[in-house]
């Protein structure tokens, strides 16, 4: 991603953190992560990220998505003796379509995008709506989709490893790529 669209899609992110009322200082708006999964298709795949803590032990981050943007089917696998990370998320602002293992939900509110259809393989719908929470256990299948109105995420997990995530679709880069 070029860096004239990074700071394209960062702007486009940064009213999302006001409307869920999370202050981010301009070093902390400078270095946000805009992940588009190296996919070049970022308004329907990718998020935006602001990572507050990664220690050994702890998480905390928050995610923007726009509306109808995916995170697309990823895992955090174990590593070593750790049996991957497990994370909670909680919606600050819009509704959140989750994903995980399970169930089949018959009729799912989300949609894959358009041509990565046969790389989500799980469907048991978790609707979060403002306020709403719900915890992932470690080495779980999952992805999200923003509401129509997109959606503010605050992610607390145990440390992560981005780096280590597994995707089901294998054209998935998950550390974003910035040229001039």
Partial sequence: MKRTEWEHFRNL??????????????????????????????????????????????????????????????????????????????VRWGTLYLYVEGEPTEAPKARPPEGRQGTYTVFHEVVLARGEQYTLAPDTWHWFQAGPEGAVVSEFSTRSRDELDRFTDPEIRRLPEVTP
């Fill in 13 to 90: 992110a940064l009213p999302y953190f006001e409307r869920a009322g999370i202050y981010l200082t301009e070093a902390e708006k400078a270095g946000l992560e805009v992940a588009d999964l190296g996919l070049g298709e970022f308004e329907t795949t990718g998020l935006v990220l602001h990572t507050y803590v990664n220690t050994a032990r702890v998480c905390a981050k928050e995610l923007v998505l726009l509306p109808h943007q995916t995170c697309p089917q990823h895992k955090h696998p174990p590593v070593g003796d750790d049996p991957g990370k497990e994370e909670t998320f909680r």
